[in-house]
């Protein structure tokens, strides 16, 4: 096979047919009836059957696959030398009204840069790699990104095993339950640098018509689950000074939550995501809410304002209406900064293909943030169309999934030959 460093490989491209065919296929995995989404909340019997078919896939190539105590899943393609990887990756488990792209492109890109690589005949010096992490939407088990910051050391794999889900159940039982709980050391090894494609989830590439996001950070994450608690009663007897009603300071927190937003300005976003009501009755005033608020910036101190803000205001609320409150932390995570050499590869590779690209922030999570604490890392973003995701209605056409995985190639060729 032929080194890396001795041939130019400008005109090597992926095989958009066969990604967009392990696309299709992995989301007929939980496929979410008369859509294009799919349903496969981490660790569940449709993650697992997701995992198996991905893992075969990885088998296919030839890759060496390993499993660690948290399920996060490696695929490893040797390189002319030994050494730590080139890797990329994302994650396979979506939320329960997921999209067929969000995660899964950022794996499958993976395979087909290595099955584009071993078409070719090609060896790159470095070795690449594959992974896929658990639960990184934290839909069934906060937080995000769970399986990488357990591989980067983040938190210790007893800590996480005893997570339990929304559901009630455990990350540990199921793990084993699904068959996925691996031997492989955490923390994991650091790779020699981390990239990850993926697709924006938000509407600036397609709104300034641009194919490719080097994106140069991610937004800070502040997740708490709030429970208000007050005094049930009759909502017709009940004069309204005289009540306590948590239904009343959970709503009035996601306005406020809204206008904070607002006045703080772009990037600051805040979303109230599920409000439950107890006992959820239409002539009842609620004896509790519990509500999720979800608070992100990518200025550190500007979050730590609206966390302040947002508890100052909920505080004063339930004091005034009579009620308790309880808060729960889900997930904090600091803004991150991307590795800038890394981000130039990105872009200068993108412009090198044709595309036009543009440096830019996530807005979302992803699990290149937690890889960033280990090795050098940086992420490829690709248009949604409409900004649309975590809908199955998510779509990225053919052509930009095509750009996208072409620039994560070269990239990832570049970063091998160094």
């Given amino acids: 096979m032929t080194s890396v460093s001795e041939l130019s490989y400008s005109e090597l491209r992926i095989d958009i047919d066969r990604l967009s065919r392990r696309l299709a296929e992995l989301a007929a995995i939980g496929a979410i009836e008369g859509t294009e989404g799919c349903a496969r909340l981490a660790l ?7 995992r198996d078919l991905v893992v075969n896939w990885m088998h296919d190539l030839g890759l060496e696959v390993t499993i660690d105590g948290i399920g996060n899943v490696v695929g490893t393609m040797a390189g002319q030398n030994a050494g730590p990887p080139v890797m990329c990756g994302s994650h396979i488990d979506t939320v329960r009204t997921g999209g067929r792209y969000d995660g899964n492109l950022g794996v499958l890109a993976g395979l087909e840069v290595v099955e584009t690589l071993l078409t070719a005949g090609v060896t790159p010096a470095r070795p690449l790699a ?28 007893e800590e996480a095993l005893d997570i339990t889900g929304i559901d009630g159940a455990r990350v540990g039982a199921e ?97 109230v995501g599920r409000i439950e009501f107890f006992p959820n009755l239409v002539n009842v005033v609620p004896a509790r809410a519990t509500f999720t608020i979800d608070l992100r910036n990518t200025d550190e101190e500007v979050l730590q304002e609206a ?36 981000v130039d590869i990105v872009h200068g590779t993108a412009q090198s ?43 990225t056409s053919p052509e930009d999934l095509e750009a996208g995985t072409n620039v994560l190639l070269h990239t990832m060729l570049t970063l091998a030959a160094e």
């Fill in 307 to 342: 966390e302040r803000r947002f508890a100052t205001f909920l505080a004063a609320t339930a004091q005034s209406e009579g009620c308790t409150i309880e808060t729960t932390i889900l997930a904090r995570f600091e803004p991150v900064l991307f590795d800038p050499r890394i």
């Fill in 175 to 271: 793990l084993q339950r699904i068959g996925y709980d691996g031997s492989a050391p955490l923390p994991g090894a650091a790779p020699y640098a981390f990239v990850e494609v993926h697709v924006e989830q938000g509407p600036v590439l397609e709104v300034e018509n641009i194919t490719i996001g080097a994106v140069e950070s991610v937004q800070g994450i502040s997740w708490t689950e709030v429970t208000v608690t007050g005094q049930s009663n009759h909502a017709g007897t009940t004069p309204m000074s005289l009540r306590k009603d948590p239904g009343f300071v959970a709503t009035a927190a996601a306005t406020f939550a809204r206008e904070l937003a607002m006045e703080l300005g772009h990037p600051q976003v805040a979303t």
């Fill in 353 to 395: 293909l044709g595309h036009s690209v543009q440096r830019m922030p996530s807005g979302a999570g992803h699990d290149a943030q937690m890889m960033a604490r280990v090795c050098p890392t940086a992420m490829v973003f690709t248009p949604s169309v409409n900004g649309i995701s975590h809908n199955p209605a998510e779509y």
């Fill in 44 to 50: 569940t019997d449709e993650d697992k059957a997701g």
């Fill in 130 to 157: 594959v992974a896929f992490f658990t639960d990184e939407e934290g839909a069934r088990f906060p937080p995000d990104m769970l399986g990488s910051l357990v591989y980067v050391g983040g938190m210790a794999l």
